[in-house]
C-alpha cells in the first residue's frame, strides 16, 4: 500500500531564516505530487505541483520554491522566510492528474 | 481563487441527526470531491463523484451533484461524535488542479 511522509510535524523559525520541508511517498512511482498551504481555518490553496522529475509548476508567486530530486520525493523551501509564511502545509500525491489526492500529516510552521 | 464554497461555514448538530453540506463552484469540471480534516489533520479523501455523476453513496455518505446548478451536497446519516471535522468539497477543472473551498465546520453533540 501507498503511504506519504512529512517532515518536520512542526516547526518554529524566526524571520529571514531558510526552510526546507520534505515529503516523500512508498508504494508507487511517478506519482503526481503536490503542495498546500492552509491559513487558519481555511481551505487549501495549491503552492506547487508536479508531474514528473524536475517538473515543477508554481501556481502563485510568493516566498517558497519546490523541487523534486527524485521521483518520490518533493521538497519546499524558502531562502528568507516572512511572517506571513506561517501556515499548515500540506503535501498530497495522486496516481493521475485527474484522480484521488491523497495528503500527508502536515507541517505547522510558525514564523516568529 | 476559490472555485467551491461550502455552506454552511459551520453546523452544530446532535448525534444521530443528519448533516447536510453545500458546495457552489463557477466554472465546468471533471469532478467533484469531497475531503475530511481532523483538527490538525491532514486530509482524507472521502468521495470523488465525476460530471456524468448524479449521485454517489458511501456507507452513511451520499453525495449529489448538479451540473446546471454548479453545486453539490453531503449528506451524513445518522451522525456520530467522530464525524465532529471539518469538510471541505474540490473542484477539479480542465487543467486537472483541485482547487479547495474554504469548509464547513461540524460538531456532532453526543
Known amino acids: 500500500s501507498q503511504t506519504i511522509h512529512q517532515w518536520p510535524a512542526t516547526l518554529v523559525q524566526p524571520v529571514g531564516s531558510p526552510l526546507s520541508l520534505e515529503c516523500t511517498v512508498e508504494g508507487t512511482s511517478n506519482p503526481n505530487l503536490y503542495w498546500y498551504r492552509q491559513a487558519a481555518g481555511r481551505g487549501l490553496q495549491l503552492l506547487f505541483y508536479s508531474v514528473g522529475i524536475g517538473q515543477i509548476s508554481s501556481e502563485v508567486p510568493q516566498n517558497l520554491s519546490a523541487s523534486r530530486p527524485q521521483d518520490r520525493q518533493f521538497i519546499l523551501s524558502s531562502k528568507k522566510l516572512l511572517l506571513s509564511d506561517s501556515g499548515f502545509y500540506l503535501c498530497?500525491?495522486?496516481?493521475?492528474?485527474?484522480?484521488?489526492?491523497?495528503f500527508g500529516p502536515g507541517t505547522r510552521l510558525t514564523v516568529l | 481563487s476559490q472555485q467551491g464554497e461550502e455552506d454552511p461555514q459551520a453546523l452544530s448538530i446532535q448525534e444521530g441527526e443528519n448533516a447536510t453540506m453545500n458546495c457552489s463552484y463557477k466554472t465546468s469540471i471533471n469532478n467533484l470531491q469531497w475531503y475530511r480534516q481532523n483538527s490538525g489533520r491532514g486530509l482524507v479523501h472521502l468521495i470523488l463523484?465525476?460530471?456524468?455523476?448524479r449521485e454517489k453513496h458511501s456507507g452513511r455518505l451520499r453525495v449529489t451533484l448538479d451540473t446546471s446548478k454548479k453545486s453539490s451536497s453531503l449528506l451524513i446519516t445518522a451522525s456520530r461524535a467522530a464525524d465532529t471535522a471539518s469538510y471541505f468539497c474540490a473542484t477539479e477543472d480542465s487543467s486537472y488542479k483541485l482547487i479547495f473551498g474554504s469548509g464547513t465546520r461540524l460538531l456532532v453533540r453526543p
Open positions: 463523484i465525476r460530471s456524468n455523476e
Open positions: 498530497a500525491w495522486s496516481p493521475r492528474l485527474t484522480d484521488t489526492q491523497y
